[in-house]
């Protein structure tokens, strides 16, 4: 607006000098041309002037024609001329050019260190700006999500939809786990149960179109819309099936297994837990007895 002036560009000393330079360059070569030029126009004319025309056709310089002399000083001027322009830029110009690039890439350096310094300044600014903290908060993961499972020796989890062992105390831990929390399953777990579970929010997933449950069971067609689905809550469970399960090991924090001693026949399988990448937190064992007609343990793996 008013009053306000246009930014100049800036401009190093170094790199004025080097294009002052380069322009005196393409000066000194025009001259040097021009002056060849009119030397030659110059050598006629006097040749002309004197021969044809007849001016100073007397005057002679050591028994020689006068424009001989004023030619050959004029070549002289020349060669003077083209010395300067060539061998002595030669000799004086190259080393100062070379000092002069070699300042120019120094201050580039520097300037390129200078533009990474100010950046690593402007990032730590912004890490402690108000509203980059609160963008962090967030995207910041806010819930655990586990997977509760119980397996077999041979991982085994089911056989034909259901449940291959009767164990009381895996049922109560299960139900003391995911009470208030969203479980998050595959049609044929839900399809399992005699009626929803109470007290949990079920999150179903099914590739069936239009699949009809009862009200307040979440619908959804992928594991990450069933994790979408239960974001507001901190503790969501994965319990099944096989193929669920198998998804959800790359994403999830913990696994809650309970590990029963036996081996059975099934055609639903628990995946195999990868000990580079989960680590034992937890383990207590528990002996058969009235309720729990195998011996089992309860298992904690958290992510490494």
Same mark, same amino acid.
């Given at each position: ?5 246009? $930014? /100049? ?21 025009? @001259?040097?041309?021009? &002056? ?13 002037? *004197? ?10 310089? =050591? ?9 050959? %000083? ?6 003077? &001329? ?10 004086? #110009?190259? +080393? ?58 041979? *991982?085994?989890? #089911? ?8 164990? /009381? ?11 208030? &929390? ?9 399809? $399992? ?6 007290? @949990? ?24 819309? +069933?994790?979408?689905? /239960?974001? $507001? ?7 099944? #099936? #096989? ?13 809650? %297994?309970?590990?029963? &001693? /036996? ?6 399988? =628990?995946?195999?837990?990868?000990? *580079? ?12 007895? $009235? ?11 958290? @992510?490494?």
């Amino acid at each position: 607006m008013f009053g306000k002036k246009k $930014s /100049s560009p800036q401009i190093d000393k170094e790199q004025l000098e080097l294009i002052e330079n380069a322009q005196k360059r393409i000066k000194q070569k025009k @001259r040097l041309y021009v &002056h060849f030029v009119l030397f030659l126009i110059g050598a006629i004319f006097l040749i002309v002037a *004197n021969t044809v025309i007849g001016i100073g056709k007397d005057v002679t310089l =050591f028994g020689k024609e006068w424009f001989l002399f004023a030619i050959l %000083l004029w070549l002289f001027f020349f060669l003077y &001329h083209l010395f300067n322009v060539f061998v002595t830029h030669k000799f004086i #110009g190259k +080393a100062w050019e070379k000092q002069q690039l070699e300042k120019l890439v120094a201050k580039q350096k520097d300037r390129i260190e200078k533009i990474k310094q100010d950046l690593v300044k402007e990032e730590t600014v912004l890490a402690k700006s108000e509203v980059y903290n609160k963008t962090k908060n967030i995207n910041k993961k806010q819930s655990t999500l586990t997977i509760i499972a119980a397996a077999a020796e041979n *991982n085994a989890i #089911g056989k034909d939809n259901q449940l291959i062992w009767h164990l /009381s105390d895996d049922l109560k831990r299960f139900k003391a786990l995911t009470s208030g &929390h969203h479980i998050i399953m595959g049609r044929k777990t839900f399809e $399992s149960f005699p009626k929803p579970l109470p007290n @949990r929010t079920h999150v179903v997933i099914t590739r069936q179109a239009n699949y009809q449950a009862p009200d307040g069971v979440i619908i959804v067609n992928s594991l990450e819309d +069933a994790l979408d689905a /239960s974001k $507001s809550d901190k503790q969501p469970f994965i319990i099944g #099936g #096989g193929q669920i399960y198998k998804q959800a090991m790359g994403i999830a924090d913990k696994i809650e %297994l309970t590990r029963v &001693h /036996s081996t059975f026949e099934a055609d639903a399988f =628990f995946p195999e837990i990868d000990f *580079n990448v989960w680590k034992e937190t937890n383990n207590v064992f528990h002996k058969k007895d $009235s309720d729990n007609e195998f011996d089992f343990s309860f298992l904690t793996y958290e @992510r490494k």
